[in-house]
């Protein structure tokens, strides 16, 4: 079972900027997603961004041109940079490694969490 821990979180104001690591204890192989999640409170987890092993990146339509993910196999580390963060940005910040062949957005795909980090927004 691969352990993921994620940190970078924390505390900005609007406009500013974050870096999130996940860093994973086995390197990823095969045909899969590692993505990262968000869910602010009172609201169900939602996907943010998705890396493949191929190298091909999905981003959900509210962070497109801000968000960037990337994957440095040598670390066995996920990490997605956040720029020109909003309030709605606000949440606990889930990285997560997917089942080989599933997609990239559901939740029910992914099998393998990272305990979260938060990130806080304000205006």
């Known amino acids: 079972q691969v352990q993921l821990v994620e940190s970078g979180g924390g505390s900005v104001q609007a406009g500013g900027s974050l870096r999130l690591s996940c860093v994973a204890s086995?390197?990823?192989?095969?045909?899969?997603?590692i993505s990262w999640f968000r869910q602010a409170p009172g609201k169900e987890r939602e996907w943010v961004a998705c890396?493949?092993?191929?190298?091909?990146?999905i981003y959900t339509g509210s962070v497109e041109g801000r968000f960037t993910i990337s994957h440095d196999n040598a670390k066995n580390t996920l990490y997605l940079q956040m720029s020109d963060l909003k309030p709605e940005d606000t949440g606990m910040y889930y990285c997560?490694?997917?089942?080989?062949?599933?997609?990239?957005?559901?939740?029910?795909?992914?099998?393998?969490w990272g305990q979260g980090t938060q990130v806080t927004v304000s205006s």
């Open positions: 997560a490694r997917g089942r080989s062949g599933y997609s990239c957005s559901s939740p029910a795909a992914y099998p393998n």
């Open positions: 086995e390197s990823t192989r095969g045909n899969r997603y």
């Open positions: 890396f493949h092993t191929s190298g091909s990146t």
